[in-house]
């Protein structure tokens, strides 16, 4: 598995932002989605294309363009549904799936609730959109699911991340047998006994939309 932490001034400059208690949920919403199309840049870097004919103004030439099949992106709800807009930005003709998913905060394990995703994802390259990885249950759970569906390359986006749930990760997937990659804004010091990433920023969903 490889893991690429986002090195640049302004996505430490937003993330500065999101993790100050008084930014309101408005503000934080905008962030996390300026926040995501910055990541999604590094993270498409290896984005599948194919060479096609062209014409200018000019002259004839060729480009590359976007290969078939489209990459599928996949936030895991609540939260990673704010990161959607940012994702999307860059890659407005992906498929969207949805995975949803929860985690019981007694035992800290992750559950999936609902779905909306091809049955076969053969070919497909995969991006999962989570803001936190923190203790990794749940975008291990993720990640076997779109395994289990054929996927054969996954990137997971991440605002932040423990190192606790990187190393849950490279345990889990080190004889995956597909390219596995995490990007993430920034790897923080460790988890609390709650389970939260500390300095981390709070609940990601909370602060996307409220308590309810």
Sequence with gaps: MKVHVANHPLISHKLTVLRDERT?????????????????????????TKTVNIKTPVTATTGLVMAEPRPVVVPILRAGLGMLEGMTK??????????????????LKASTYANRLPENLSGRQCFILDPML??????????????ERGADEITAICLLAAPEGIKVLEDEFKSAGI????????????????????????????RLYGVV
């Design 134 to 147: 923190a203790t990794g249950g749940t975008l291990v759970m993720a990640i076997n699911y779109l395994i």
């Design 24 to 48: 309101d949920s408005p503000t934080f919403r905008l962030l996390v989605e300026e926040l995501v199309t910055l990541l999604a840049y590094e993270a498409t870097r290896e984005v599948r």
């Design 90 to 107: 860059l890659l407005p003709t992906a498929q969207v799936g949805f995975l949803g998913m929860v985690r019981d905060e007694e035992t």
């Design 179 to 206: 390219p596995i990659t995490l990007v993430t804004g920034s790897l923080d010091e460790k988890l609390n006994e709650k389970g939260y990433i500390v300095p981390g920023l709070g609940d990601a969903g909370d």
